[in-house]
């Protein structure tokens, strides 16, 4: 069975501080990593994928996420948060097809 | 190139009451998928069309939810009867079919959703 974590509901961050979020995720086989942002009364918006090569991965928004095989990670970040970054974060994970969500996780930047 | 369209936006209906929402999916994309969002929780799938068949469907409350997808293009999500607790997002997504790898290959790219409040 695969999995997919986010450990923390809520990550509060100054602006110009830097920002992460965090994803664990558990597959037998090639993980397919995927991180999507939904603000306020809107769909899922792509951010960035993880299939293969380079560990980190650039992404929209000046977004980049390092993937971690030994530790079964793909953590979002950000060297410099913007106040209207905060919003609702997804990491997601494709395995045998299925495109499964975690649960999110509520980044919070104040001015 | 146009993202994946739904309507209606909003729906408020009573209990009991039917709806339907309809969505077309980028051009060109095989699959589509119906998600479920409750306030506060990740997306769950319902079901996942590949052309106009039906891939998976086993969290797709079937007494009361169906869907189709009649000509591989665009699909219709209905509930008849429903409940208060179908208050939730309903988003339709779509991705290419799977295979080598190439800009956006494995990537779902999702509507604005459709938010329904049940009273």
């Known amino acids: 069975a695969q999995s997919v974590a986010q450990p923390e509901d809520q990550v509060n961050v100054a602006e110009g501080n830097p920002l992460t979020v965090k994803c664990t995720y558990s597959?037998?086989?090639?993980?397919?990593l995927f991180w999507y942002v939904q603000y306020p009364n809107r769909g899922l918006q792509f951010l960035l994928k993880?299939?293969?090569?380079?560990?980190l991965v650039k992404g929209s928004y000046g977004f980049e996420a390092e993937f971690n095989k030994s530790q079964t990670s793909f953590h979002l970040k950000k060297p410099s948060a913007l106040v209207s970054d905060s919003a609702l974060y997804f990491c997601?994970?494709?395995?045998?097809?299925?495109?499964?969500f975690g649960a999110g996780t509520q980044v919070v930047v104040t001015p | 190139e146009a993202g994946v369209a739904q309507s209606p936006r909003y729906k408020i209906i009573e209990k009991r009451q039917s709806v339907a929402f309809w969505c077309n999916p980028i051009s060109g994309h095989a699959t589509l998928y119906w998600y479920q969002q409750i306030l506060g929780q990740g997306p769950k799938l319902l079901i996942q069309f590949q052309n106009n068949g039906v891939v998976d469907d086993s969290q797709l409350p079937k007494d009361r939810f169906s869907a189709e997808r009649l000509k591989g293009v665009d699909s219709t999500l209905k509930i008849q009867p429903a409940k208060l607790e179908d208050s939730a997002v309903y988003l339709c997504?779509?991705?290419?079919?799977?295979?080598?790898?190439?800009?956006?290959?494995?990537?779902?790219?999702f509507g604005e959703g459709s938010w329904l409040t049940v009273v």
């Open positions: 597959v037998s086989g090639n993980p397919y």
């Open positions: 997601a994970l494709r395995g045998r097809g299925k495109f499964q």
């Open positions: 997504a779509s991705s290419p079919l799977r295979g080598p790898d190439r800009e956006g290959g494995n990537t779902i790219y």
């Open positions: 993880y299939i293969t090569g380079d560990n």
